[in-house]
């Protein structure tokens, strides 16, 4: 595997070679990533090209981000390992990926022995935490949501159902790692439901508490703005493509594939979202005494009346954040810094005109059980090809040979003028991917392109 073709500004072990750079520079820093996606390698990667990157680590990483930093054995939600490895090692800024450690208070404790960190803290972290907290902040401050009601008893929630027709959407409160959402075609798909997630406890604790929503038509479409607390900064929109195969088909996944931007969020649907969702969230949130900061990742349906949330994510989506990444012009440190400091009044980010693609590759069997730790050749050959960048997630490295370690694996990401020729450059750097194990979805991007 090389990343010969890739920026190095920051490259560890080769100070010398960026000696001249830091002493431009009035401060460079020492930047930890948390997490081990897609998403970390592809935060990892750019913010290792700021001039004021001078050290990066990631925790626990894979063998992507193994390349452009330094690897920390200390796993994502291990809060006490990460704050004590941050103070013992001096590290200014800390980024945090996933959200399992922002519900449990990672930058809060950051927070505490003032080292600084990219991500909301626990309270507001419930945003994602918490269904319920999400759905009644919408009621209460007027953000278009879908009609909603809240149970910690099945027999409420059975009634509720009742009283409501179907199709009908039973989400467990908590964190269920993307699977607590069912969608019931009838009432009795929902009655199974509420048993599924408060009865038999499928995502344990998560089933506290069931929120049944109406069924919202429309497209589905996802928006992310940095927030500093008080101003929001639009970042892009992007699709995800949830379903494992082909045509949509086939069980949820974390997402394989997408793309920045999404074509049916214009410029005015833009105004409508921030004008509508966003802005009104930020002031509400403070307004409760959690002033939110980080990254904002509204879950959106554009319905006939205008943009709904269906939910909020306290972070980068994966695979979003990668195209993302690559579709950013701008220094992506110093935006996450403005965002930490709350300086980001101050700030316009510049992109890349192009459309951005990422099509994920996983292991067979994924998202059900799959096998690991088998052998993937000709990712350099595939991330040498102009205006592909390939991105870890289940990866790791043994003995010069690169393996699978997880579902999903890599990230093929390729930025082109149009969706459907950053889709074809994608495949062509798969085609150079030689992982019989492996499989991908064929048809990332059809709705940006049918339209
Ligand atoms: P969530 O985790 O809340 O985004 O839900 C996962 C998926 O379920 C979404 O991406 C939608 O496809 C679907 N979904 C969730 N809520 C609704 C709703 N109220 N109406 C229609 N589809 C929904
Ligand atoms: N790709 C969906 C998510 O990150 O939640």
Not at 217 to 228: H, I, K, P, T
Request: hydrophobic letters at 40%; one cysteine or more.
């Amino acid at each position: 595997m090389s990343f010969q073709s890739w920026p190095t500004v920051c490259m560890l072990g080769n100070r010398d070679v960026n000696k001249d750079k830091r002493d431009k520079e009035d401060f460079t820093m020492k930047v930890m990533i948390v997490g081990s996606g897609g998403r970390e390698h592809a935060l990892c990667w750019a913010i290792s090209k700021s001039p004021k990157c001078d050290e990066l680590f990631c925790a626990p990483g894979n063998a992507g981000t193994d390349s452009i930093a330094i690897n920390i054995d200390i796993q994502a939600d291990d809060v006490s390992g990460l704050v004590a490895y941050a103070k013992d090692n001096a590290i200014d800024f800390v980024v945090i990926g996933p959200e399992v450690p922002l519900v449990e208070g990672l930058a809060d404790e950051l927070t505490a022995v003032d080292i600084k960190c990219f991500g909301p803290s626990a309270a507001a972290a419930q945003l994602e935490g918490s269904k319920g907290f999400m759905k009644d902040l919408c009621a209460k401050y007027d953000i278009p949501s879908a009609e909603y009601g809240r149970f910690d008893e099945p027999d409420a929630a059975k009634e509720f159902i009742l009283r409501h027709h179907a199709p009908i959407v039973v989400k467990a409160d908590g964190l269920a790692a993307g699977k607590g959402v069912i969608i019931s075609r009838n009432e009795n798909e929902a009655y199974a439901a509420i048993d599924h997630i408060m009865t038999e406890r499928a995502f344990g604790a998560a089933g506290d508490e069931v929120i049944i929503e109406e069924f919202m038509e429309g497209e589905e479409a996802s928006f992310f703005a940095l927030v500093d607390g008080e101003t929001a900064l639009p970042l892009r929109s992007a699709q995800d493509h949830k379903a494992a195969h082909d045509g949509d088909e086939g069980p949820n996944t974390g997402g394989m594939g997408a793309y920045t931007p999404a074509p049916v969020i214009d410029d005015a649907m833009t105004t409508q979202i921030m004008d509508e969702i966003i802005n009104p969230t930020i002031k509400a949130m403070a307004a409760e005494g959690a002033p939110y900061k980080g990254v904002l990742y509204a879950g959106l349906m554009i319905t006939e009346e205008g943009p709904k949330l269906m939910e909020f994510n306290v972070r980068f989506g994966d695979p979003e954040c990668q195209p993302l990444m690559v579709a950013m012009k701008s220094d992506v440190l110093e935006a996450l810094l403005a965002c930490a400091e709350g300086r980001l009044d101050k700030i316009k980010l510049e992109w890349h005109d192009d459309a951005t693609l990422v099509v994920v590759l996983a292991a067979a069997g994924y998202p059900g059980p799959y096998k690991k730790g088998s052998e993937i050749k000709g990712v350099a050959n595939a991330n040498d090809i102009d205006g592909v960048f390939v991105f870890h997630a289940g990866t790791e490295s043994q003995n010069g040979s690169l393996l699978a370690n997880g579902g999903r694996v890599l990230g093929v990401t390729a930025r082109a003028k149009t969706v459907a020729k950053a889709q074809k450059l994608a495949y062509k750097a798969i085609d150079a991917i030689d992982w019989p194990e492996g499989f991908c979805r064929s048809d990332i991007g059809w709705r940006a392109i049918d339209r």
